[in-house]
């Protein structure tokens, strides 16, 4: 079965700089991977996915991330932290051949002005 | 235009009590799930339901019951609740299963008991 490791529970940067939020998966097959956010008290929100097309994937908000097969790695970056991208990052892997998305035990990101 | 929206956002009942959670989408998916989200913000897949046909994730306890009226409806019903139940419950669908299909969230159930 498919699971993601979110290297982090907290990362903390400050406002301008870069964020790199890091997630690693194990999959059986072809992985469908995903990143939501989840604002405080909102619903989850998606990020980004890679479907296996291009492996450079960019999305909302200036995030991009990059999968990298030989590393199993799924990172998520921004070359530019805002105070508004303060919340909660979750990494999600599905297969091909089962309904279930895994999520990743989530990484908050904490913007300091 | 809620795309998936669930209701109530806030319940607070006392244990033992049976509860339902509604949620509807107007996305025109074909597949709903329900998950949970514990106090250490793990989200964990409970059900998910495609055609009728129902998946179920095997640590959910039979005290909790999806039901489904229709392919834009998928509620969740509580029986005999326990403090342990204390949880935000989100509700998601997607165009179709399988991979490379996102899922859409409601903004979720603060559910709580007491």
């Known amino acids: 079965a498919q699971s993601v490791t979110q290297l982090d529970s907290h990362v903390s940067v400050s406002e301008g700089t870069p964020v790199l939020l890091r997630c690693n998966y194990s999959?059986?097959?072809?992985?469908?991977l995903f990143w939501y956010v989840q604002h405080p008290n909102k619903g989850l929100q998606l990020l980004l996915k890679?479907?296996?097309?291009?492996?450079l994937v960019k999305g909302i908000n200036g995030f991009e991330a990059e999968f990298k097969k030989s590393e199993t790695s799924f990172h998520l970056t921004k070359p530019s932290a805002h105070m508004s991208d303060a919340a909660e990052y979750f990494c999600?892997?599905?297969?091909?051949?089962?309904?279930?998305?895994?999520f990743g035990a989530g990484t908050r990101l904490t913007v300091k002005p | 235009d809620t795309a998936v929206s669930q209701t109530p956002k806030y319940l607070v009942t006392q244990m033992g009590n049976d509860k339902s959670i509604k949620c509807e989408q107007n996305l025109g998916h074909d597949t709903m799930y329900w998950y949970k989200q514990d106090s250490k913000k793990f989200l964990k897949i409970m059900f998910s339901y495609n055609n009728k046909e129902l998946i179920i994730n095997e640590t959910v306890p039979n005290r909790f019951s999806p039901k489904s009226p229709d392919k834009a409806h998928l509620n969740l019903h509580i029986n005999s609740l326990e403090l342990g139940d204390s949880a935000v419950y989100f509700c998601?669908?997607?165009?179709?299963?399988?991979?490379?299909?996102?899922?859409?969230f409601g903004q979720g159930t603060r559910l709580t008991v007491v």
């Open positions: 998601a669908s997607s165009p179709s299963p399988g991979p490379g299909t996102e899922a859409f």
């Open positions: 999959s059986s097959y072809s992985p469908s």
């Open positions: 999600v892997v599905s297969e091909w051949n089962n309904n279930d998305m895994r």
């Open positions: 890679y479907t296996s097309a291009a492996t």
